[in-house]
DNA sequence: CAGTGAGCGAGCTTCCGCTTGACTT
């Protein structure tokens, strides 16, 4: 630094005369605010500093180890913060108190080149000015305990990532992964299918009747309190039902009622994962949607931190809801509350999800944003209103000589408190208050029906109950969830179910006017769609991992190690002697299973002999997913192969459907001096004639289709192209202008060219009247950009 | 858009948790 600058900074020493550093940069630009000139406050983004790729030795651990290197993207970053931190009096360190905070604050110091005279380390756990003065007033030095405890949990997790991923390229197939929390989730829902698989739907029957109040005619709607194991039975009690009341119309009584009162009270305001839930099921966003919507109500100011696991609403944020409930609701509706969490691992570094404004009642920005915002402010407002006061009524009918009591249940709200906000999600949706009843009561009965229902198995996940079982468990953290959940779908470990599930007959028995009759009606059951089904590939993977790693798939794993962390926190033992532990007992079993000698790959299943050659047939996991497989591959014949159709699994395939894969693709003669052939693709049947493609419709099946058919499909398709094919241009052989789904648009297919270049045509042009230079022009500018990034690898 | 499939070869893939861009569509 050049010696007049140094003095420079001297005599304007309040601009840099203190340098804060906190984690977000939305963060920093509101502190700024409260700090005022004194205080530049810049953020790491994160952290700054991640494991060397190329070691993970602890056994060769020194004092040297673990390397840490700076990634490429945070390179600037950092030359940034140095500059800063070289101009500034005093360095403050701001990161959030839980342990990833605090290893920020520690890698900061070492990186930055620190010294311990000139730094000082602050935590707080709101954004409020008085949270922020009180923590520059209340400096510590940096932990080192807790940032050990980050090591050790970071070093653990690069050991079971990147020793167990090799494992599965080398046993199933390359790039896939697995690591302490994605495999447990996957695990979550390879189990859970597997449950369903083996559970068997048992039929029972429910059976309501229909009372009616005389002489108002009210009516008083009940359910048996037995189900009934078979139709038989459900027949026998409606006959005995209709006997009674041909020789007594008015056999039903009031036997009992009850009423008592019932409070209930709301819900604390949203964590992470509660707003992740909430979100999917009442405004059906995704996890991901979720956070992309909550990121944006925080950068704009509206909402708090949305990666939290904290219940904590700060004092100022308390002070403010009191005055919004009483002014809006009045005293009555209000309720002081304070929440503690009792979810495993918490590390609570910031508030609960919180409008910053409480009495804004709405937001700028999407309608989307809207609707989640107002989802927050409600949910915080209802967890400090007061509880709801209701009345609840049980009413039991029966009579003689019939061997079943009939429950009518009431429900009354007395004082809606927080319900006038905000439904708590697990509360039952009864409306209605019943009519006055008294014990001994005669009533008249509307009818009587039994329904067949089925016992259903357990549900299958989705996103949001995934996210809810895995902070059960302690796995993963609020910033890892829905990437968690995004990885092993990319992964193809889990897809979003598209199964519509099959229809299912039930019958219902009514008794009405003294007259017994029986329906048969339809419903659908079993559909998966939406929700978290397990991959060929997971499952095998997920089979493999929990035979020989039973260990690390363990869904206490986590909960194990993180008390090890919090002893290492402790200062209660030493991180580096832990991991060479772990390691001493993780490494030999990695050893172990590559030395194993396997005759055939993991998952295989032999499912016979092929008729035609008497070679063994397979299905198995290859290097494009699930393939079936005739013949060996040290045969001298080559193998063939063949891949699943979607809808086809490695454990369900038989030898039957295997084999027909291999109908296909079929060829059905020649039309035009071209042979047409027919197969099924990754978008469905199709038909190739001459390069082209034509689908076959759902009305046809490509093993059955005859070349007459699809002569006339490929004539369709040609009439269809010629009408979306608006002109050429003879200037630039190849070229048209063709309509598309979005409009006109120029494809160019030169001679000999595998497939066309398609153009976008500028609103601004009408495309019927492009001159040949506007065309050369817009080709050129689109040929010259950039090549669109791939999102991810996988298709 | 619509395919691929066992080993001479060369190197790559991968973890979890902090945080936002800079890209399209």
């Known amino acids: 630094m050049r010696p007049d600058s140094f003095r420079a900074s001297i005599h304007t020493s309040q601009f840099m005369k203190n340098l804060v550093i906190v984690e977000s940069p939305a963060k920093a630009k509101t502190i700024e605010k409260f700090l005022g000139k004194d205080y530049k406050v810049l953020s790491s983004y994160g952290h700054i500093r991640d494991l060397s790729k190329r070691e993970i030795r602890p056994d ?97 997790d690069r050991i079971v990532g990147f020793e167990l991923s090799p494992v599965l390229w080398r046993k199933i197939k390359p790039a896939l992964s697995a690591g302490r929390v994605q495999s447990v989730a996957v695990r979550l829902i390879c189990e859970r299918e597997k449950e369903i698989n083996v559970f068997t739907s048992e039929p029972y029957f429910r059976v309501t009747a229909r009372f009616v109040l005389l002489p108002s005619g009210e009516e008083i709607k009940t359910e048996a309190s037995r189900r009934m194991p078979d139709e038989a039975s459900a027949r026998e009690l409606l006959d005995s039902i209709k006997t009674i009341l041909s020789k007594d119309a008015e056999a039903f009584k009031v036997t009992d009622v009850k009423v008592h009162p019932l409070t209930r009270s709301p819900q604390p305001p949203f964590t992470t994962s509660t707003l992740q839930q909430e979100a999917s099921r009442r405004l059906g966003f995704s996890v991901n949607q979720t956070m992309m919507l909550a990121q944006r109500l925080y950068e704009d100011g509206h909402i708090t931190y949305m990666r939290t696991d904290s219940l904590n609403l700060s004092d100022l944020a308390l002070r403010d809801i009191a ?17 503690h969490t009792h979810s495993k691992g918490a590390q609570e570094a910031h508030e609960a999800i919180r409008p910053t404004y409480i009495d804004k009642t709405t937001v700028a920005g999407t309608d989307q944003e809207k609707r989640l915002y107002t989802l927050i402010r409600n949910r915080t407002l209802a967890s400090q209103m007061a509880d709801a006061r209701l009345e609840k009524t049980l009413v039991d009918i029966a009579a003689d000589r019939i061997d079943e009591t009939f429950r009518a249940e009431g429900e009354v709200v007395k004082f809606d408190g927080f319900m006038r906000v905000y439904q708590n999600s697990d509360a039952a949706n009864l409306d209605g208050r ?21 016992s259903a198995p357990p549900a299958r996940y989705s996103e949001a109950t995934l996210v809810k079982k895995m902070e059960d468990l302690g796995i993963g953290r609020p910033s890892t969830y829905a990437p968690t959940i995004s990885t092993i779908q990319q992964r193809d470990y889990i897809k979003r179910g598209e199964k519509e599930g099959e229809k299912r007959d039930y019958s219902v028995l009514t008794l009405a006017d003294g007259k017994i009759s029986e329906q048969t009606l339809t419903e659908t059951s079993g559909s998966d769609k939406g929700r978290l089904v397990p991959t060929d590939v997971g499952m095998i993977v997920n089979d493999f991992l929990t035979e020989y790693f039973p260990d690390i798939l363990d869904y206490n794993f986590t909960a194990r190690v993180e008390e090890k962390f919090d002893e290492i926190a402790e200062g209660k033992l030493g991180w580096k002697n832990e991991i060479k532990d772990f390691y001493g007992g993780f490494h030999p079993s990695i050893e172990k299973i590559n030395e194993l000698r396997m005759d055939h790959k993991v998952g295989e299943r032999r499912l016979g002999v092929d008729p035609k050659t008497g070679r063994p047939v397979s299905v198995k996991i290859g290097r494009f997913g699930p393939v079936v497989q005739i013949g060996e591959a040290s045969d001298e014949e080559k193998p063939l192969f063949a891949s699943l159709a979607s809808g086809q699994s490695i454990s369900t395939l038989t030898l039957d459907e295997a084999l027909k894969l291999f109908d296909l693709p079929r060829t059905l003669g020649d039309f035009e001096d071209k042979t047409v052939v027919a197969a099924v693709g990754r978008f469905g049947p199709y038909i190739r004639h001459n390069g082209a493609f034509v689908s076959i419709p759902k009305d046809m099946a490509p093993e059955t289709i005859t070349l007459e058919e699809a002569v006339e499909l490929i004539k369709a398709k040609r009439e269809k192209d010629a009408a979306n094919h608006l002109k050429d241009y003879p200037e630039i052989p190849g070229l048209s202008l063709l309509n598309g789904r979005f409009g006109p648009y120029l494809a160019y297919k030169p001679e000999g060219a595998k497939k066309a270049v398609n153009y976008k045509i500028p609103k601004s042009k009408d495309p019927q009247t492009l001159t040949i230079e506007e065309i050369r022009e817009l080709m050129a500018a689109q040929d010259a950009a950039p090549a669109p990034r791939r999102r991810s690898a996988k298709k």
Request: net charge negative; no cysteine.
């Open 434 to 454: 019943l009519p006055v009843l008294a014990v001994g009561q005669s009533l008249g009965v509307e009818d009587v029906t039994a329904t067949e229902r089925f």
């Open 323 to 339: 005055t919004e409930v009483k002014s809006k609701y009045g005293e009555d509706y209000y309720n002081l509350r304070r929440f």
């Open 60 to 156: 060769q651990a020194d004092d040297q180890y673990p390397a840490y290197e700076i990634p490429a993207d945070k390179k600037e970053l950092v030359r940034t913060l140095k500059k800063a931190a070289k101009e500034a009096d005093t360095v403050w360190l701001a990161s959030d108190e839980d342990r990833e905070g605090e290893a920020i604050a520690w890698h900061l110091y070492e990186v930055l080149g620190l010294k311990p005279e000139n730094t000082r380390r602050i935590v707080f756990h709101e954004i409020t000015k008085p949270a922020i003065l009180a923590a520059i007033a209340n400096p510590r030095g940096i932990d080192i305990d807790r940032v050990n405890a980050q090591q050790a949990r970071r070093v653990l």
